[in-house]
């Protein structure tokens, strides 16, 4: 299966097949490094092998440390202010035990789904740090609580974008 994605107006498929649901997702932070930046957003939208979206999520995370920081570079280019956190956002155990809800529904048989994101290391960065913060790791493998919803390995298309630019395919 290839999954057809809506870029703007076109459409265009990645050149993979999985089995199972893919969730293709960014984060917005306070700047580079979890341990000095907050998580200041999650979006995700999840699809099928057929490409169809499955579900939308989007939240904005209350500062939840008060040693974590949101740089003004990342505020100017993000929007995000501490004040529209304070306003709008939500505790962060109570969004990632959605999100891990959301994932563990969109596990296939035995398949998790599988991540997709521009740069996704980054977000999985935050995301790992996050998790490790407010749920337990796996006592049988001492691995992040994350990858117990997710396959470990996640699609960056930051790396296809780059064969593509290689191969003059753009």
Same mark, same amino acid.
């Given at each position: ?36 930046n ?5 979006? /995700? ?6 490409? =169809? *979206?499955? @579900?939308?999520?989007? +939240?904005? $995370?209350?500062?939840?440390? #008060? ?14 202010t501490?004040?529209? /956190? ?6 962060? =155990? *109570?969004? @990632?035990?959605?999100? +891990?809800? $959301?994932?563990?529904?969109? #596990? ?35 691995q ?10 996640p ?11 290689r191969?003059?395919?753009?």
């Open positions: 299966t290839r999954y057809p994605l809506v870029t703007g107006v076109q459409t265009c498929a990645l050149p993979i097949s999985y089995p199972g649901n893919l969730v293709i997702w960014d984060v917005e932070t306070g700047g580079f490094y979890p341990t000095q907050l998580l200041t957003q999650i979006g /995700l939208i999840a699809i099928n092998p057929e490409g =169809k *979206e499955l @579900l939308r999520f989007q +939240a904005y $995370i209350k500062p939840y440390d #008060k040693n974590l920081t949101l740089t003004k570079s990342a505020s100017d280019l993000t929007g995000i501490l004040e529209k /956190l304070e306003r709008e956002g939500r505790d962060l =155990k *109570e969004v @990632l035990t959605e999100v +891990a809800s $959301i994932l563990k529904s969109l #596990k296939v048989s035995y398949y998790m789904p599988t991540v997709v994101g521009h740069n996704v290391n980054f977000d999985m960065m935050f995301l790992e740090y996050v998790f490790n913060l407010c749920f337990a790791k796996n006592d049988k493998t001492d992040c609580a994350l990858y117990n919803y997710i396959q470990k390995v699609l960056d298309t930051i790396e296809l974008a780059r064969r593509k630019w191969n003059n395919e753009l």
